[in-house]
C-alpha cells in the first residue's frame, strides 16, 4: 500500500507501509516512519542512534465494513554525544499520548454519536463501550468545559435529582443562549458557593436570576449577588399552587363517605390540576364540573387556582399588582387552611413575583433542560460516571451534540 493513500485514507504521513494482513474481520497494516533521525532533538548533533523499538497497535478509520488496526514499529533513539542524555521513543503524529486510535478516528467517533447512542457506536466500530465513552469526554472536555460566563446577564437557577431522588444536582442556567454554566453538588446554599466565587474572578455582571420559591436560593441570591433583580416565575408558583390544591383534593377524598360521590371524585387530579384552558374534551369537562359541584373548598381551590395565572397575564405591573391583593383577599376569606398559605407565600414574595414585568424572563428554559436531562437519564445506562455526566449536562445547548442523547 503506498504512502500517498495512508495519508488520504487515515491520516498517516511520513509512514510507509511494509506489510498487509486480513485477520477475520480485521486488516492490519504494519507501518513505520519513513525517515530514520539522525539530528538530536536537545544537543543538535548528528548523534542519534537506534535504540529498539516497540510495536503499537491503533485503531484506524475501517474500510469495506472491516476493522483497520495500524500496528506501527515505534522506533526508540539515544544521543550519543557526551553530556547528551536524549533517549525516547520516535513522535507519533496521528495519535495522543498513550491513546490506541488516532485523531481521524476519534472524530468518526465523535460525528457518529451526533445521531447513534454509544451502545450503537461501540457495536458499529467493534470498540468497548469505554473506549467510545472515552473519546467522547475527550471532544466534550476540549469544547464545553468549563464553561464561559462571558456576557452572561439572566441566569436561572433550579435542581434535579439524578438516581431516583438519593442525590441532587443545582443547575444554573444561561436564560440567552440556553446552556448550562454550572452545575454543583447537592442542593442548598453551598451547591452554588463555586459557581458565586467564578461569578466574581470574572467579574460578570448578572442582571437578572430566576427561582423557584425555595429559602435557600433566595438566600444565596441576596449574599452574592444583591444587586441583580430576582424573579420567582409562574411555573414554580403554580406549581406550589398545585400542591396545595391537591393536598385539598386527598382530604375531601378521604372525607367523602358516599361511594357514588367518591367515584366522581377519584380520578380526577389532572382534571384539576391541569391547565383549564386546555380541556376541550366535553367527557372530561363534565367530570371536573361534577367533581365541582360536590364540594365547595375544592371548587373554590380550583377557580382560584385558574385566576393565579391571571397574576402573569396583566399589561403592567400595577394592574398585576391589584390582581394579586384580589387573589390574596379572595384566598383568605375562604379560610381553607391551604389557601391562607398559598396567600401568605405570595405576599411574602410578592415583589419577586411582580419583578416579572420588570424583566419577563421565567426559569422555563431550565425546566425545558430538565426535561432533557430526564431523557437522557432515562436513555443512558453510563450515566453513573459522574463526570461523563456533567460533561454531557455543558454540551447539552448544542444539538449537535444532542441530538441524541443515549
Ligand atoms: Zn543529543
Redesign the pocket.
Known amino acids: 500500500m503506498n504512502s500517498s493513500f495512508l495519508y488520504h485514507a487515515w491520516g498517516l504521513y511520513s509512514l510507509e507501509c511494509t506489510r498487509e494482513e486480513y485477520k477475520g474481520n480485521t486488516i492490519i497494516l504494519h507501518v513505520q516512519s519513513k525517515k530514520r533521525l539522525l539530528l ?1 532533538p ?2 543538535g ?1 548528528l ?1 542519534l542512534v537506534k535504540n529498539g523499538y516497540r510495536i503499537r497497535d491503533f485503531v484506524g478509520l475501517p474500510i469495506g465494513g472491516k476493522k483497520v488496526l495500524i500496528r506501527m514499529k515505534v522506533q526508540r533513539y539515544k ?1 550519543r ?1 557526551e553530556g ?1 542524555d ?1 533517549d525516547q521513543q520516535e513522535n507519533i503524529p496521528f495519535a495522543t499520548g498513550s491513546r490506541s486510535y488516532t485523531h481521524r478516528f476519534a472524530k468518526y467517533v465523535v460525528d457518529l454519536l451526533r445521531g447513534m447512542t454509544l451502545q450503537d457506536v461501540a457495536n458499529h466500530l467493534s470498540i468497548s463501550w469505554n473506549t467510545v465513552k472515552e473519546i467522547h469526554s475527550t471532544h466534550l472536555l476540549r469544547h464545553y468545559c468549563p464553561p464561559s460566563l462571558k456576557g452572561v446577564k439572566n441566569i436561572g437557577i433550579d435542581e434535579f435529582a439524578v438516581r431516583k431522588g438519593h442525590i441532587y444536582k443545582t443547575i444554573v442556567v444561561d436564560l440567552d443562549s440556553g446552556r448550562i454554566l454550572y452545575v454543583g453538588d447537592g442542593k442548598g446554599i453551598d451547591a452554588l458557593k463555586k459557581f458565586w466565587k467564578r461569578v466574581k474572578r470574572h467579574k460578570v455582571k448578572i442582571e437578572h436570576i430566576a427561582t423557584d420559591l425555595s429559602a435557600a436560593f433566595i438566600a444565596s441570591v441576596l449574599e452574592n449577588c444583591p444587586s441583580a433583580v430576582h424573579v420567582f416565575d409562574h411555573f414554580h408558583v403554580v406549581k406550589l399552587m398545585n400542591e396545595h390544591l391537591d393536598d385539598i383534593r386527598r382530604k375531601v377524598y378521604a372525607m367523602e363517605k358516599d361511594i357514588n360521590k367518591r367515584k366522581v371524585l377519584k380520578g380526577t387530579r389532572f382534571l384539576l390540576l391541569g391547565n383549564g384552558a386546555d380541556i376541550f374534551d366535553k367527557h372530561y369537562k363534565t367530570r371536573l364540573d361534577n367533581a365541582l359541584a360536590m364540594n365547595e373548598p375544592l371548587s373554590k381551590a380550583y377557580y382560584l387556582k385558574e385566576q393565579m395565572r391571571e397574576i402573569w397575564a396583566q399589561t403592567n405591573k400595577e394592574q398585576a399588582s391589584a390582581v394579586l391583593y384580589d387573589w390574596v383577599r379572595q384566598a383568605r376569606e375562604s379560610k381553607i387552611p391551604q389557601l391562607v398559605k398559598m396567600a401568605n407565600t405570595l405576599m411574602l414574595y410578592r415583589s419577586g413575583i411582580l419583578a416579572w414585568y420588570d424583566c419577563q424572563i421565567s426559569t422555563g428554559k431550565v425546566e425545558g433542560i430538565n426535561n432533557k436531562i430526564k431523557v437522557m437519564k432515562r436513555n443512558a445506562y453510563g450515566f453513573r460516571d459522574e463526570r461523563y455526566f456533567m460533561l454531557r449536562l455543558y454540551a447539552l445547548h448544542d444539538c449537535r451534540i444532542t441530538r441524541n442523547v443515549g
Open positions: 538530536c536537545k544537543c548533533k548523534h544521543c554525544n547528551c536524549y
